[in-house]
Each structure stands twice: as structure tokens, then as C-alpha cells.
């Protein structure tokens, strides 16, 4: 089969840089939070460095740090954004971004309600399914139609490229400039990377993502710029959030340029990670490609059981603004408190049969999107791009299976977790 002309070496070199970054040990990262559920639910010490991964906290802090592990205890911190706090990201992973603390990530209390208020309409599921068309003909004719005829394919050699497509589409950047897409892209991945473990290591990293940022941004703000001069009349992201409003209030062109940047970022990679695990365990699931086949209403519950499963991103950090107890044990104002979502999505006190992947099992919310005000706000895109790539997938690749003569799909990741390879077949 002949490379697709879209194939980037950038981008794919910054998405394996980015995974490789946050991959961690090889360990069994369920057993390990199953342990710490039975013996130290709330542990004082960085978890997510004896994992061997980095935090949105960044290296340089000298904050305490402790880790949660019980839904429940995670469930109380993720909805109480007062007490639970995001700020100390503009001094992380925001430094990356500029550092001007304007990503949405890392506002707190009337600046992040303020913000979300104005971006929120334009993620809602009603605003968000007019783009459908848009979005299918994205996926099904420009990457899943074109493998028909090879009968073999790494699903990631779309996996990669069809959400980034998706995401820059709708936003509004023009169409005849799909390859800047991916170069963009490898910007948002290296930005991303930032974060390290060693500061040595994060300030050389900080001097890339830095770069990177403000290319993208001078590259969005250009664009919002046009958008607003041509009269912002259109459907594309840009365009909506040039006419959202909320409470008397506007958003500038520095604030949607600051905030397309990070989802330029974002955007595409999250979806990417679950898409390969939703295919993954679509195709190692016993009967269960067969059901899905023949009732597509099941693809919802899939994705759904899919992020509850292996969630792409296992942990979420906030900071105490006051002193608090969890589970009996004194967390002091300013300490950073790691919510492991890797845990509470097998929280056996939550889930009946947690290690089981069972898209039949009775919904209850994980916390793969997150909860509370923080929310994913992107989440209904996300999972509208995943159900069309299925679909599409069913669709057009006849009794698509996993290739024989190829590795098995693993998903893997101390914190960005996904499986770099999905290789199938097809009749």
C-alpha cells in the first residue's frame, strides 16, 4: 500500500515525541491503582512522578503534593472549583502557552464562569450537530474511502490525521491549506510536550514550546482578524465565537485567538488516543464488533465504556485554596491534589465489575471528560467525530478485523494512554 499524500513526518515525529513523554513505566497501571484504593486512598507524595510522567504543575514547583484515588473523594474535589483550584496551571503547563494565564485550563472562579459562558454555546450538542455533514464528509471521503481497495491498514495512519482535519475545518482555517494543518498541529503537540519531569529537561523544552506558541497564535489571530473584516457570517468556530456574547460582553480577538491556540493543541490528539482505544477494544472484544455491525445505536455506549475503560488522560490536578481533610487525611492550603481518573473509572465501590469492559453495564458518569465546571468543553465534538469514524469504519471495511500477521493493538501510557498501532484487515 502507497504512503496517503497527507502523511506528515513532523506531525507524526511530535505525536510520538508527545506520547513517548508521557508513556512512564511499563507497569500495570490498574493493579497499581486497585492497591492504592485498598491501602492508601489518599496518598501524600506525586504519584504521577513514581509513574515516570509529568503534570500540567510543571517541574519547577515545590508545592506538597497528594494523590486521590476513590470516585467518590475525586468526585468532591472536580465540582468544587472554589475550594479546588486550577490557577496554578498559568505557572505549568500555561507557561508553555505564553503565559498570559488567558487558557481556559488554568481560570478560576467569575473569569473562568465568564469565559466558559461565552464558549459554551457554541460546544453544545444543538450547536454542535449542524456540523455533521461537515464533519462525515471529512472522515469518510478523505480517509476511510481511499483504504478500501488496499484490504490492509494501520488504523492510526488515520487515527492521526482525520481529527486534526475535522478540528481545523471547524474552526475556519481555508480548505486549500490542509497540509499547514498538520504543521500546526506538530506546533500544538510540541507545546504540549512541554512539561518534563527534569527542569533541565523542561527548560529546553519550554524554549520550543514557546516558539511554537507564537506562531500559532500570530497564524490564528490572522484569521480571526479576517473573519471578523469579512463580517463573521459563517458557521466555522471562529465566526461563532467572534458573535458570542454573554452578560453584555464580547470576546477580543487576543482572547478566541488565545483560546483556538490551545484547541489547535488539543484538539485533534485527545481524539486520536480514543479513538484508537475504542477501536482496539471494538476488535478484541469477543462478539462485540458483530453487535455493534448490526445495531449502530450501540456505538454511543462503546465510546461511552471506551473513556470510562482507558481513559485517554488519567489525571487531572487542582490546588487547595484552604486547608481540607479527604478520607481523614489534613491537606494543607496550596497543596496540589492529584485526581487519578485512572483509579475512580475502576472505583469497584462505584462500578459493578469495573475491570470489565462492558458497553451493556448502567450508565454513571467517569471522569475521562471531567465533571464540575471544568468540564471538557470540546467533549461533544469529540465524541461526534468518534461515532462518524465508526460508523465509517463498519461501513466501508467489510468485515474489518485485526491483521494476523501484525502485532496486536496495545494501549499503553502512565498519562496520555492510547495504542500507537491498530493494525486490520479487511474482506
Request: hydrophobic letters at 40%; a negative charge.
Amino acid at each position: 500500500m502507497t504512503s496517503p499524500t497527507y502523511r506528515s513526518e513532523r506531525l507524526e515525529k511530535a505525536y510520538a515525541a508527545l506520547s513517548a513523554n508521557y508513556r512512564g513505566a511499563d507497569i500495570d497501571l490498574f493493579a497499581v491503582c486497585k492497591d492504592k484504593r485498598d491501602n492508601n486512598p489518599v496518598m501524600a507524595g506525586d504519584f504521577m512522578a513514581t509513574l515516570g510522567v509529568p503534570t500540567h504543575a510543571g517541574a519547577a514547583h515545590t508545592l506538597p503534593v497528594y494523590a486521590l484515588f476513590k470516585y467518590n473523594d475525586i468526585k468532591t474535589v472536580l465540582q468544587d472549583a472554589a475550594t479546588y483550584t486550577s490557577g496554578f496551571i498559568a505557572k505549568g503547563l500555561g507557561t508553555f502557552f505564553g503565559g498570559d494565564g488567558l487558557i481556559i485550563l488554568a481560570m478560576d472562579g467569575e473569569t473562568h464562569r465568564k469565559a466558559r459562558g461565552l464558549l459554551q454555546p457554541v460546544f453544545t450538542p444543538q450547536s454542535v450537530n449542524p456540523w455533521r455533514a461537515e464533519i462525515e464528509r471529512n472522515i469518510r471521503d478523505e480517509f476511510i474511502l481511499p483504504l478500501v481497495p488496499h484490504k490492509r491498514a494501520d488504523l492510526m495512519h488515520i487515527g492521526l490525521y482525520f481529527p486534526i482535519r475535522v478540528i481545523y475545518a471547524l474552526i475556519g482555517f481555508p480548505q486549500d491549506q490542509s497540509n499547514d494543518f498538520y504543521d500546526y498541529a506538530a506546533m500544538g503537540l510540541t507545546i504540549l510536550a512541554g512539561p518534563q519531569l527534569d527542569k533541565a529537561k523542561e527548560e529546553e523544552s519550554r524554549k520550543l514550546a514557546v516558539q511554537a506558541t507564537t506562531t500559532l497564535y500570530e497564524r490564528v489571530l490572522a484569521l480571526v482578524q479576517t473573519r471578523r473584516t469579512e463580517g463573521a457570517t459563517g458557521d466555522d468556530l471562529v465566526s461563532r465565537l467572534i458573535r458570542a456574547t454573554f452578560e453584555d460582553r464580547s470576546l477580543t480577538d487576543h482572547e478566541i485567538a488565545t483560546f483556538v491556540r490551545s484547541l489547535v493543541a488539543a484538539g485533534g490528539e485527545t481524539t486520536t488516543r480514543t479513538f484508537s482505544s475504542v477501536m482496539t477494544l471494538l476488535l478484541t472484544t469477543p462478539g462485540l464488533i458483530d453487535r455493534v455491525r448490526a445495531d449502530r445505536s450501540l456505538i454511543n455506549k462503546l465510546i461511552d465504556e471506551s473513556v470510562r475503560f482507558e481513559p485517554t488522560s488519567t489525571v487531572k490536578v487542582r490546588q487547595t485554596s484552604k486547608d481540607v481533610e479527604i478520607g481523614g487525611v489534613h491537606i494543607p492550603k496550596g497543596a496540589l491534589v492529584q485526581c487519578v481518573i485512572a483509579s475512580a473509572n475502576r472505583d469497584e465501590e462505584a462500578f459493578d465489575n469495573p475491570d470489565v469492559f462492558d458497553i451493556d453495564r448502567k450508565p454513571k458518569p467517569s471522569f475521562t471528560f471531567g465533571f464540575g465546571p471544568h468540564m471538557c468543553i470540546g467533549q461533544f465534538v469529540a465524541k461526534l467525530e468518534l461515532q462518524i469514524a465508526v460508523n465509517a469504519v463498519l461501513d466501508l471495511l467489510p468485515n474489518v478485523r485485526l491483521d494476523p500477521d501484525a502485532p496486536a493493538p496495545q494501549i499503553v501510557g502512565g498519562q496520555l494512554r492510547g495504542a500507537a498501532s491498530v493494525p486490520v484487515i479487511w474482506d
